[in-house]
């Protein structure tokens, strides 16, 4: 049986992990992508925009997606020097994580937002690079960060 640690060592062509789209399987996930971001040698801090982009979006896909009904994920990842690249599947209904995230209120007090949205920010502006399409019934997100030495890209508007 291959584990996630087999499948990291060989990425540098591509690896696959599929789980159900369930709060307990946000761990395997995560180990996942540290695992990859540890084969590309991110350093912490680039292994950590990912590890947080890759969760909120996952999760999202549970909660929201899928509604907390059965589903599957779909996660591909390929690290290489120059850094690592995600790809999220999912069969929930559309969203595009682009179009549904709400940037933040500078000048509006925390009680006086509104709940939601803030997370998808944060993931999209942690990575250096996000793409988002839906074909077949599937989303497909892909997210890269690149190694150290790599400037990430400003945030979106």
């Known amino acids: 049986?291959?584990?996630?640690?087999?499948?990291?060592?060989?990425?540098?062509?591509s690896c696959v992990l599929e789980?159900?789209?369930?709060?307990?399987?946000?761990?395997?996930?995560?180990?996942?992508?540290?695992?990859?971001a540890?084969?590309?040698?991110?350093?912490?801090?680039?292994?950590y925009r990912l590890r947080l982009a890759v969760d909120e979006l996952a999760t999202n896909v549970v909660?929201?997606?899928y509604r907390g009904g059965g589903g599957r994920i779909t996660v591909r990842g390929r690290s290489g020097p120059g850094g690592v690249q995600i790809v999220i599947e999912d069969?929930?209904?559309?969203?595009?994580?682009?179009?549904?995230?709400?940037?933040?209120?500078p000048g509006v007090p925390p009680e006086e937002r509104r709940i939601g949205g803030?997370?998808?920010?944060?993931a999209l502006t942690s990575v250096d690079e996000f793409g988002y399409a839906h074909r077949d019934g599937r989303n497909i997100s892909t997210?890269?960060?690149k190694a150290e030495g790599t400037?990430?890209?400003p945030p979106r508007p």
């Open 118 to 122: 803030l997370g998808i920010h944060l």
């Open 151 to 153: 400037d990430r890209c």
């Open 91 to 105: 069969t929930a209904p559309p969203f595009d994580p682009v179009e549904g995230r709400l940037p933040p209120a």
């Open 143 to 145: 997210l890269t960060v």
């Open 38 to 47: 540890g084969a590309a040698g991110l350093d912490k801090g680039a292994a």
């Open 63 to 65: 909660m929201h997606g």
């Open 19 to 36: 789980v159900p789209a369930t709060v307990g399987a946000l761990g395997e996930i995560a180990t996942f992508v540290l695992r990859l």
């Open 1 to 13: 049986m291959t584990t996630v640690t087999d499948m990291v060592e060989l990425a540098r062509t």
